[in-house]
């Protein structure tokens, strides 16, 4: 399925507050962190194949965030 950049993101991302992005962030950075380990162990292909599906999905929300709480900043530092 091909998919809009808009519609991947989660929903709740769009409505989370400066804080929360934050904490988002961090959590995401530890379980990328986990991930990339989990890529160097002897599993079966279809056990690998979801952990680099959920890998790249994390960095796509990770880029996202990123780039949200940089725009969250710049709003509030106009006001």
């Known amino acids: 399925m091909n998919f809009k950049p ?3 993101i989660r929903p709740i991302y769009r409505i989370i507050n400066k804080d929360e992005i934050v904490e988002a ?6 379980d990328i962190k986990e991930l990339e380990k989990e890529l160097n162990g002897e599993y079966p292909s ?3 194949d979801a952990v680099e599906d959920t890998l790249s999905r994390y960095k796509y ?7 949200r709480l940089s725009r969250v ?3 509030k530092g106009k006001g």
């Open 6 to 8: 808009s519609q991947r």
């Open 25 to 30: 962030i961090r959590l995401i950075k530890i």
């Open 46 to 48: 279809i056990v690998m």
């Open 61 to 67: 929300d990770l880029g996202y965030l990123e780039r």
């Open 73 to 75: 900043k710049k709003t």
